[in-house]
C-alpha cells in the first residue's frame, strides 16, 4: 500500500487597495505566506475600494466573480489580505461554500507550526486566542467548521467551539504562565548583565538571514530555510569578538509588513530583547526590491520598543546574490554589506561590533590580592585581559572591560604606577 499524500490545498488570494499601502508588495507577502503555510496560490483578486465591504470585505460583484473562478478551478480556500470580522467570514462562506480565512489567521497558523519551544507554543496560543475571541460575534457555525487544513493548526484549536467565556478563562491562564516565564527570563537577563557579557541582538524582517547570521558568527546549527519565518522561537548563542572579548549573540522573531497587532503584543517579551541589548544588528534583505520599505518595518518596531538609544548597524545582507554592484542607502552612519551565507564581509562586520562595543568600555589597571583571586577570573571572563603579572602583593592586571561592570573592581584599581587609586 501507498503511503498516504496530502494533496495541497488550492487557494484564491483577494485584496483590496484602499491607498494605505503598498497593495503590491502586501499581496505578494500574501502569496509567499499561502506557500509557507502549504498552500499553492492560483490566482489573486483585487478591488480598489475606499474601505472594506462591512458584508463581504471585497464587495458582492467582486465577490461573486471569485466564486465562479473557484468552481473552475477547484480552489479549496479563500485567503484575504486583511483582518475579517466573524460576520464577514459568515457571509463569504455563505455565498461561496468555501472556507476563507484572513491573512492574521493565515500567519497565526504558520507560527503555530513553527513553535517549538513551551513559552512559543504559549505565546502563539494566546495571540490565537486573542484573535477569535471577538470572532466569535456574528461568526455562527463558520468559526466551528474546523475539518483540517491551514488556518485550523496549533495549540488551542478546538477553543473554536467553545465559549467567550472559556477562552476568557484561557487567554488568563496563558498570561499567568508566560508572566512566570518573563521573570525567568529576567533572572537570565540580569546575571549575563552582572557577568558582564554584552548582547548583540539580531532583529530584521522574515527571511533576511538572521539565522544565517547567526551561526556564521557564533559557529551555531540553528534552522535555516528559504521561506517565511523559518525560525519562531528565539536563539541566544555565544561568540567571540576579533579583539577576544565574548559575546551573547540573540536571534529574535523575524518581522513582516503589518505583523498582526496580538503577535506583536505576544512576543513583545521576546523582542524585548532588543531593547536591552547593547549593539543591535538590523539585518535586512539586500536583494529585496523592498529593502527600504522592509528596513521602515524593522526601525518601526524597534522605536516601539524604545531601541532608540542603543548602538544600531544595518547589515545588507545575501550581497552573494547580486549581479553587479547596487548603490549603498543613505541615512545610516553604520552599516554594513555582508554574504551571511558566503561570509563575504562578515570579518568586517565583527570588528565593527567591537569597535561599537569599545565605546563602553574603559582600560583598567588592577591590583587583585591572591585572597580575592576570583576576581581576576572575573576580569578574564567579561573582558579583555592585555597585561598580567603575578607579584608578592597580588596579581597585577590591565584590562578592557565593560563601564558598566568598573563599580566591582574599584577598590583594586591602581595607576600605572601601581598606586591605588582615589
Not at 525567568?184 to 544565517?212: D, F
Not at 554589506?337 to 567591537?354: D, H, N, R
Given at each position: 500500500?501507498?503511503p498516504f499524500?496530502?494533496e495541497?490545498e488550492?487557494a484564491?488570494?483577494a485584496?483590496?487597495?484602499?491607498?494605505?499601502?503598498?497593495?503590491?508588495?502586501?499581496?505578494?507577502e500574501?502569496?509567499?505566506?499561502?506557500?509557507?503555510?502549504?498552500?499553492?496560490?492560483v490566482?489573486?483578486?483585487?478591488?480598489?475600494?475606499?474601505?472594506?465591504?462591512?458584508?463581504?470585505?471585497?464587495?458582492?460583484?467582486?465577490?461573486?466573480?471569485?466564486?465562479?473562478?473557484?468552481?473552475?478551478?477547484?480552489?479549496?480556500?479563500l485567503?484575504f489580505?486583511?483582518e475579517l470580522?466573524?460576520?464577514?467570514?459568515?457571509?463569504?462562506?455563505?455565498?461561496?461554500?468555501?472556507?476563507?480565512?484572513?491573512?492574521?489567521?493565515?500567519?497565526?497558523?504558520?507560527?503555530?507550526?513553527?513553535?517549538?519551544?513551551?513559552?512559543?507554543?504559549?505565546?502563539?496560543?494566546?495571540a490565537?486566542?486573542?484573535?477569535?475571541?471577538?470572532?466569535?460575534?456574528?461568526?455562527?457555525?463558520?468559526?466551528?467548521?474546523?475539518?483540517?487544513?491551514?488556518?485550523?493548526r496549533?495549540?488551542g484549536?478546538?477553543?473554536?467551539?467553545?465559549?467567550r467565556?472559556?477562552i476568557?478563562?484561557?487567554?488568563?491562564?496563558?498570561?499567568?504562565?508566560?508572566?512566570?516565564?518573563?521573570?525567568q527570563?529576567?533572572l537570565?537577563?540580569k546575571?549575563?548583565?552582572?557577568?558582564?557579557?554584552?548582547?548583540?541582538?539580531?532583529?530584521?524582517?522574515?527571511?533576511?538571514?538572521?539565522?544565517?547570521?547567526?551561526?556564521?558568527l557564533?559557529?551555531?546549527?540553528?534552522?535555516?530555510q528559504?521561506q517565511l519565518f523559518?525560525?519562531?522561537?528565539?536563539?541566544a548563542?555565544?561568540?567571540?569578538l576579533p579583539?577576544?572579548?565574548?559575546?551573547?549573540?540573540?536571534?529574535?522573531v523575524?518581522?513582516?509588513?503589518?505583523?498582526?497587532?496580538?503577535l506583536?503584543?505576544?512576543?513583545?517579551?521576546?523582542?524585548?530583547?532588543?531593547?536591552e541589548?547593547?549593539?543591535?544588528?538590523?539585518?535586512?534583505d539586500?536583494t529585496?526590491?523592498?529593502?527600504?520599505?522592509?528596513?521602515q518595518?524593522?526601525s518601526g518596531?524597534?522605536?516601539?520598543?524604545?531601541?532608540?538609544?542603543i548602538?544600531k548597524i544595518?547589515?545588507?545582507n545575501?550581497?552573494?546574490?547580486?549581479?553587479?554592484?547596487?548603490?549603498?542607502?543613505?541615512?545610516?552612519?553604520r552599516?554594513?554589506?555582508?554574504?551571511a551565507l558566503?561570509?563575504?564581509g562578515?570579518e568586517?562586520?565583527?570588528?565593527?561590533?567591537?569597535?561599537?562595543?569599545s565605546?563602553?568600555?574603559?582600560?583598567?589597571?588592577?591590583?587583585?590580592?591572591y585572597?580575592?583571586?576570583?576576581l581576576?577570573?572575573?576580569?578574564r571572563?567579561?573582558?579583555r585581559?592585555?597585561?598580567?603579572?603575578?607579584?608578592?602583593?597580588?596579581?597585577?592586571?590591565?584590562?578592557t572591560?565593560?563601564?558598566?561592570?568598573?563599580?566591582?573592581?574599584?577598590a583594586?584599581?591602581?595607576?600605572?604606577?601601581g598606586?591605588?587609586?582615589?
Amino acid at each position: 500500500m501507498e503511503p498516504f499524500k496530502q494533496e495541497k490545498e488550492i487557494a484564491i488570494l483577494a485584496g483590496i487597495d484602499t491607498g494605505e499601502y503598498d497593495l503590491e508588495h502586501s499581496m505578494e507577502e500574501l502569496r509567499q505566506l499561502t506557500k509557507t503555510a502549504g498552500a499553492e496560490p492560483v490566482a489573486i483578486f483585487t478591488q480598489v475600494r475606499q474601505s472594506p465591504d462591512p458584508a463581504t470585505y471585497v464587495g458582492g460583484g467582486k465577490l461573486e466573480e471569485i466564486k465562479e473562478y473557484a468552481q473552475q478551478s477547484e480552489a479549496t480556500l479563500l485567503i484575504f489580505d486583511g483582518e475579517l470580522s466573524g460576520t464577514q467570514l459568515r457571509n463569504i462562506s455563505d455565498e461561496t461554500g468555501l472556507r476563507a480565512i484572513d491573512r492574521t489567521n493565515l500567519i497565526l497558523d504558520i507560527f503555530a507550526g513553527r513553535a517549538t519551544s513551551s513559552e512559543g507554543k504559549l505565546q502563539v496560543e494566546l495571540a490565537q486566542q486573542k484573535y477569535r475571541l471577538p470572532q466569535l460575534v456574528g461568526a455562527g457555525t463558520a468559526l466551528s467548521r474546523l475539518g483540517g487544513g491551514i488556518g485550523t493548526r496549533g495549540p488551542g484549536e478546538t477553543q473554536l467551539e467553545t465559549d467567550r467565556r472559556h477562552i476568557r478563562r484561557r487567554i488568563q491562564s496563558l498570561e499567568r504562565q508566560l508572566a512566570e516565564m518573563e521573570k525567568q527570563r529576567g533572572l537570565r537577563r540580569k546575571r549575563r548583565k552582572k557577568m558582564g557579557v554584552p548582547v548583540i541582538a539580531l532583529v530584521g524582517y522574515t527571511n533576511a538571514g538572521k539565522s544565517t547570521l547567526l551561526n556564521r558568527l557564533t559557529g551555531a546549527d540553528s534552522y535555516v530555510q528559504d521561506q517565511l519565518f523559518a525560525t519562531l522561537d528565539p536563539t541566544a548563542r555565544e561568540m567571540r569578538l576579533p579583539d577576544g572579548q565574548k559575546a551573547v549573540v540573540i536571534d529574535t522573531v523575524g518581522l513582516i509588513e503589518r505583523l498582526p497587532h496580538n503577535l506583536v503584543e505576544a512576543f513583545h517579551s521576546t523582542l524585548e530583547t532588543a531593547a536591552e541589548a547593547d549593539v543591535i544588528l538590523e539585518v535586512c534583505d539586500y536583494t529585496s526590491p523592498y529593502c527600504r520599505e522592509e528596513l521602515q518595518v524593522t526601525s518601526g518596531v524597534l522605536d516601539e520598543l524604545g531601541c532608540g538609544g542603543i548602538p544600531k548597524i544595518t547589515v545588507f545582507n545575501k550581497i552573494d546574490r547580486l549581479s553587479e554592484e547596487m548603490g549603498s542607502i543613505p541615512g545610516d552612519l553604520r552599516h554594513a554589506y555582508i554574504s551571511a551565507l558566503t561570509g563575504k564581509g562578515v570579518e568586517a562586520l565583527c570588528k565593527q561590533i567591537a569597535g561599537v562595543l569599545s565605546e563602553s568600555v574603559a582600560e583598567i589597571n588592577l591590583m587583585i590580592p591572591y585572597s580575592a583571586g576570583n576576581l581576576a577570573g572575573a576580569v578574564r571572563s567579561e573582558g579583555r585581559v592585555t597585561a598580567e603579572e603575578y607579584t608578592p602583593d597580588g596579581i597585577r592586571l590591565t584590562a578592557t572591560v565593560p563601564r558598566r561592570t568598573i563599580h566591582r573592581y574599584r577598590a583594586y584599581m591602581v595607576d600605572e604606577t601601581g598606586k591605588v587609586e582615589v
